[in-house]
């Protein structure tokens, strides 16, 4: 069974460019997350999807961050324009229940953003 | 060889030994505790969880031990081998409103030299 997988695996841009990275979940899992590391820092939730809504974009730090997950299935997370600290690691997880205390998350192996 | 909390980020033993990755959480109300590993250039990958009403859980080779009195949280690996090189990352799920919503730690660098 495939794993979670992200595209690309590491993007250069300069700053003000726009980046679109993509996660494909593990087939018939609902629940789908993004989490970033910046810097070496702890690694920071971002959003999370049930199915293609959203059920909680708390962690998006500003409007440059979109993501979506039109019909439920892989999700894109596009930064515009990119400045310099949000040069990091994006991972995309997925979990097929949902709920606290549920198990673990299922991680892709990220996408390294590198803004110029 | 052992490690104290977010002070101290990396961890060297000899391979055989027994490490021990140390961790404090914040959160009073977290109710659910997760020990993830990534090694390089991978996602983090699950190790072990525990739940807030246990003090203690076993895996293979892995022990993971929680003392909510003050907040800490250790992961022991017995007889550390090469492929236990990785960083380490405890997380914890603060409860309520369904989801996995994560806090990580900001990780462990363990390095077993030979």
């Known amino acids: 069974e495939a794993g979670v997988t992200q595209f690309p695996s590491h993007s250069v841009i300069e700053k003000g460019q726009t980046v679109t990275l993509r996660c494909d979940p593990i087939s018939g899992h609902d629940n789908l997350y993004w989490y970033r590391r910046v810097m070496g820092k702890e690694i920071k939730f971002l959003l999370h999807f049930v199915k293609e809504s959203k059920q909680d974009e708390s962690g998006m730090p500003n409007n440059r961050f979109l993501a979506e997950r039109t019909g439920g299935t892989y999700s894109t997370l596009k930064v515009q324009p990119a400045e310099l600290e949000d040069s990091g690691v994006y991972f995309c997880a997925s979990s097929q229940v949902q709920g606290a205390n549920t198990g673990e998350l299922f991680f892709g192996e990220g996408s390294r953003l590198t803004v110029l | 060889g052992e490690s104290v909390g977010l002070h101290l980020p990396t961890l060297s033993v000899q391979e055989g030994d027994n490490s021990i990755i140390n961790c404090a959480y914040s959160n009073s109300a977290s109710d659910y505790f997760i020990w993830y590993k990534q090694e390089s250039g991978k996602g983090p990958q699950f190790i072990i969880d525990?739940?807030?009403?246990?003090d203690k859980r076993q895996g293979q080779r892995v022990t993971v031990l929680l003392n909510k009195t003050v907040k800490h949280l250790s992961l022991q690996i017995a007889a550390t081998q090469p492929g236990d090189s990785a960083v380490y990352f405890c997380?914890?799920?603060?409860?309520?409103?369904?989801?996995?919503?994560?806090?990580f730690g900001t990780g462990t660098q363990l390095k077993v030299e030979l």
């Open positions: 525990i739940r807030s009403n246990m």
């Open positions: 997380a914890e799920n603060r409860g309520g409103g369904g989801g996995n919503k994560l806090t």
